[in-house]
């Protein structure tokens, strides 16, 4: 019926950031149908509706997607967020009254519902036909995203209405060798088993769960694998026979404890890319009695751009974290962690905890019962506005089961 009546459906990602997979799962079956909308902040923004002054407009601090803004992958191991939109509003209710502030990703979807509802308007005046995956085929291709940002935040990345409405009209006449989508918007993801660490992985994929390219020439579409993951990703060329490709994912090439991303882009030769493939690694640092077992980190925390660590503790059932702010400084951040592959977002948005830092105490401590051999991620982030726009926190991890004493490492070294 969308696609009869050109129908056009915005959602919000949801406002459970800033962790992985935390968008709703419930729409996953219609993914491709839908135009999900994350919130970005902008300096812009930043100046405009938080009052932050002293930015410096020669050189702008990056877009970064707000901390509260729902993250993919979503199911079927998707993008999870097709774009990111602003997402605050600052404005007076009435002609008395101070000016109130919105923030929420049901403002950035309202936001890019209106920007397109103006290219609808522009394509019309020139009777130019279009459907709603024209549309969203238009806004990928020209969506802004920064360097080396992370997809599953951004999605295709930032709405530039008016490159959308210039491309469709140089293009629109090429759009025949657009193939249509599969129902269902699906990724790859790589988790190592077992927690097992330098691995290299592979994965067949079968390019008929992404396009549908029955009855057309397949023979021209080549694979690429995006710069970001040239590093550690390979990709083999399409079997013509069967039109399936093979993945490989080297993790000696990773950093231990982050979660990489990339995409496989499927190219056209009159096109480009007409569909991009987002891959997930998680690669998380094992933890056992004799390894790893005390970990330190040093980190700069800036406005809603988070720090995140994944570990896979081997037969340990408690994590004790100490973190400490600068010398002399006095700041606040926000810290959470969740069980990515049991927890569900309500529990997870339940482990949130504000701390706050002074001269006089610049150290917080808490404690976490973690699973056993199951991989479990810590997310320390600050939100716009607070005390320091850049702060330097000292970050310790120390491993242990409950029947150590208190200071005593897994090993049981003190």
Not at 285 to 304: G, M, P, R
Not at 316 to 334: F, G, M, Q, R, Y
Request: proline share 5%.
């Amino acid at each position: 019926m969308y696609n009869k009546h050109n129908i056009l459906l915005f959602k919000c990602s949801g406002n459970s950031g800033p962790l992985y997979s935390t968008v709703p799962k419930c729409d996953s079956n219609v993914e491709n149908y839908i135009f999900k909308i994350g919130a970005v902040l902008t300096s812009e923004v930043q100046k405009r509706a938080y009052h932050i002054f002293g930015i410096n407009d020669a050189n702008p601090p990056h877009p970064v997607v707000y901390s509260w803004s729902s993250r993919g992958p979503g199911g079927f191991r998707s993008r999870g967020v097709d774009f990111v939109a602003p997402g605050a509003l600052r404005r007076k209710t009435s002609t008395i009254s101070f000016e109130n502030f919105f923030h929420g990703t049901n403002y950035s979807s309202a936001n890019a519902a209106g920007a397109v509802a103006c290219l609808l308007s522009g394509l019309k005046a020139k009777s130019i036909k279009y459907s709603p995956d024209l549309i969203k085929f238009a806004l990928f291709k020209t969506a802004f995203l920064p360097k080396n940002e992370n997809i599953f935040e951004f999605g295709h990345g930032i709405i530039q209405i008016n490159e959308a409405f210039e491309y469709f009209c140089k293009n629109v006449i090429e759009f025949k060798n657009i193939p249509k989508l599969s129902n269902v918007a699906e990724g790859i993801m790589f988790i190592p088993n077992d927690g097992k660490e330098q691995v290299v992985l592979e994965e067949s994929v079968d390019l008929s769960n992404y396009i549908n390219y029955e009855n057309q020439d397949t023979t021209e579409l080549k694979l690429q694998v995006s710069k970001n993951a040239e590093n550690f990703m390979e990709v083999s060329k399409i079997n013509e026979n069967n039109l399936s490709f093979f993945v490989k994912v080297d993790t000696n090439k990773l950093e231990a404890g982050n979660s990489n991303f990339g995409e496989i882009m499927i190219l056209h030769p009159k096109i480009g890319s007409i569909f991009n493939i987002p891959i997930f690694v998680c690669n998380p640092i094992k933890v056992s009695e004799t390894q790893n077992f005390y970990i330190k980190k040093e980190t700069f925390l800036t406005y809603e751009k988070p720090y995140r660590i994944r570990f896979y503790p081997e037969n340990i059932n408690i994590c004790d974290i100490k973190i400490t702010a600068s010398k002399c400084l006095i700041t606040n951040c926000w810290i959470q962690y969740c069980f990515p592959y049991s927890m569900n977002v309500k529990e997870a948005n339940n482990t949130k905890k504000f701390l706050i830092f002074s001269r006089i105490n610049p150290s917080e401590k808490l404690s976490i019962k973690v699973n056993k051999n199951e991989v479990f991620e810590i997310c320390i982030y600050q939100m716009v506005c607070a005390t320091l726009p850049n702060a330097k926190f000292t970050l310790e991890f120390n491993f242990k089961n409950e029947d150590q004493k208190e200071g005593e490492s897994a090993n049981g070294t003190n």
